[in-house]
């Protein structure tokens, strides 16, 4: 049995995650973290300090700004964990490279198997399009109460392009600004927000008199409840180190 740590257990993410783990006989929640958290099946923490419990692994589904906190805890307890928020600074992402000399860490913009998919996907299509002279262009669409902008997903998704064709290409978020052409060597990555949409990502690629879109909807926060308890049974009992979804899902991916 995996005893899990659920960091921020009341956010939205938290309780979906929460109730999969309920329905899932492999792994349990342990223990909860959150400012504002109250639980009638585990015991809920409101900082990581005052966390008491023992577990295997923790889930971090919160804010940027309540993860140095936990990346602390978890390098002083050696606790693997898995970090599923976004927007994090240069500084925060030198402290995850740090907590993962000393436990497990696993990063990832979006937990879901099918984004994890897609990363391979528009990999495969640039390395095929580039060269013929395809402009590759990012949308992406959120919930109004997101608040980073671009997303992770989007960013991740560039940089996948960008790590196939060599790191030549720049990134362009808005247009308004400068009145030119654009330049073959970027990717314009574009944000909108409304609703409640849950996540939608789509690549394009526009060549000469034609155009190839690769992209994923998802229909509800589940997918991503279901690849952090994937990602939380892989990374128990792991080495120190920095993992990513590639790792939990290598034998799917390859």
Same mark, same amino acid.
Request: hydrophobic fraction near 45%; proline fraction near 3%.
């Given at each position: 049995?995996?005893?899990?740590?659920?960091?921020?257990?009341?956010?939205?993410?938290?309780? *979906?995650?929460?109730?999969?783990?309920?329905?899932?006989?492999?792994?349990?929640?342990?223990?909860?973290?959150?400012?504002?958290?109250?639980?009638?099946? #585990?015991?809920?923490?409101?900082?990581?300090?005052?966390? /008491?419990?023992?577990?295997? !692994?923790?889930?971090?589904?919160?804010?940027?700004? +309540?993860?140095?906190?936990?990346?602390? #805890?978890?390098?002083?307890?050696?606790?693997? *964990?898995?970090?599923?928020?976004?927007?994090?600074?240069?500084?925060?992402?030198?402290?995850?490279?740090?907590?993962?000399?000393?436990?497990?860490?696993?990063?990832?913009?979006?937990?879901?198997?099918?984004?994890?998919?897609?990363?391979?996907?528009?990999?495969?299509?640039?390395?095929? $399009?580039?060269?013929?002279?395809?402009?590759? =262009?990012?949308? =992406?669409?959120?919930? /109004?109460?997101?608040?980073?902008?671009?997303?992770?997903?989007?960013?991740?998704? +560039?940089?996948?392009?960008? =790590?196939? $064709?060599?790191?030549?290409?720049?990134? !362009?978020?808005?247009?308004?600004?400068?009145? =030119?052409?654009?330049?073959?060597?970027?990717?314009?990555?574009?944000?909108?927000?409304?609703?409640?949409?849950?996540?939608?990502?789509?690549?394009?690629?526009?060549?000469?008199?034609?155009?190839?879109?690769?992209?994923?909807?998802?229909?509800?926060?589940?997918? #991503?409840?279901?690849?952090? *308890?994937?990602? +939380?049974?892989?990374?128990?009992?792991?080495? +120190?180190?920095?993992?990513?979804?590639?790792?939990? $899902?290598?034998? !799917?991916?390859?």
């Amino acid at each position: 049995m995996i005893k899990i740590i659920m960091h921020g257990c009341s956010g939205k993410m938290g309780k *979906v995650v929460c109730s999969l783990v309920g329905d899932d006989p492999d792994c349990v929640i342990a223990a909860g973290i959150d400012p504002v958290g109250t639980s009638d099946d #585990f015991p809920v923490f409101r900082t990581p300090a005052e966390c /008491n419990i023992d577990a295997d !692994v923790i889930i971090d589904f919160s804010t940027a700004s +309540a993860v140095p906190a936990l990346l602390d #805890f978890a390098a002083e307890r050696k606790l693997p *964990v898995i970090l599923c928020t976004t927007g994090f600074s240069d500084e925060l992402n030198e402290q995850v490279k740090k907590t993962a000399e000393k436990t497990a860490v696993l990063k990832s913009a979006n937990m879901s198997v099918g984004v994890n998919l897609l990363f391979s996907l528009v990999q495969k299509a640039a390395l095929a $399009l580039a060269d013929s002279g395809f402009d590759i =262009e990012i949308v =992406e669409k959120h919930h /109004n109460q997101k608040i980073d902008a671009p997303s992770g997903t989007a960013l991740a998704i +560039a940089d996948a392009i960008n =790590e196939a $064709l060599d790191n030549k290409y720049g990134y !362009v978020y808005d247009r308004s600004q400068k009145r =030119e052409k654009r330049s073959q060597n970027e990717i314009g990555i574009h944000s909108v927000r409304g609703g409640n949409i849950v996540g939608e990502h789509d690549v394009i690629f526009a060549g000469k008199d034609e155009i190839i879109e690769i992209n994923h909807r998802a229909a509800s926060k589940e997918i #991503f409840a279901v690849g952090a *308890v994937k990602a +939380a049974k892989y990374l128990a009992g792991k080495p +120190a180190g920095f993992y990513t979804m590639k790792d939990v $899902l290598k034998d !799917v991916l390859e």
